[in-house]
């Protein structure tokens, strides 16, 4: 049985940092392409950070581009989101996604039903 699971969500003030991770289990990591969504209510998934399987290539959505930072580590099923420089429009809940390596990242940050697996999200508020 898949589990992805995050956890790093919380509060913070306009201009702070969080870390959000993403841990995977019952599936080979190292074939998955990741990618962080967020969304807030009333509004569609937006697909923000997409690394490939390998790890190499990475893409981000403007609106992150440049403060936010994905990495995933194969050797420990888990995947990162450090974000920087946060502002309030950043406040979404935040979800981790999962697509075997026969999509690309580009595919799956462009559109949230490439997705195979999620996990059950977790909250981001920055406050002014």
């Known amino acids: 049985q898949v589990q992805v699971a995050e956890s790093g969500g919380g509060s913070v003030q306009a201009g702070g940092s969080l870390r959000l991770s993403c841990t995977v289990s019952?599936?080979?990591?190292?074939?998955?392409?990741m990618g962080w969504f967020r969304q807030v209510p009333g509004k569609d998934l937006e697909g923000i950070a997409c690394?490939?399987?390998?790890?190499?290539?990475?893409t981000y959505s403007s609106s992150v581009r440049g403060r936010f930072r994905i990495s995933k580590d194969n050797a420990k099923n888990t995947m990162f989101l450090q974000m920087n420089n946060l502002n309030p429009d950043d406040t979404a809940q935040y979800y981790c996604?999962?697509?075997?390596?026969?999509?690309?990242?580009?595919?799956?940050?462009?559109?949230?039903?490439?997705?195979?697996?999620w996990g059950q999200g977790t909250q981001v508020t920055v406050s002014e």
């Open positions: 690394i490939d399987y390998r790890t190499v290539v990475k």
């Open positions: 019952g599936l080979n990591f190292a074939d998955y392409t």
């Open positions: 996604a999962a697509v075997d390596n026969s999509k690309t990242l580009y595919q799956l940050c462009s559109a949230s039903s490439y997705a195979t697996y």
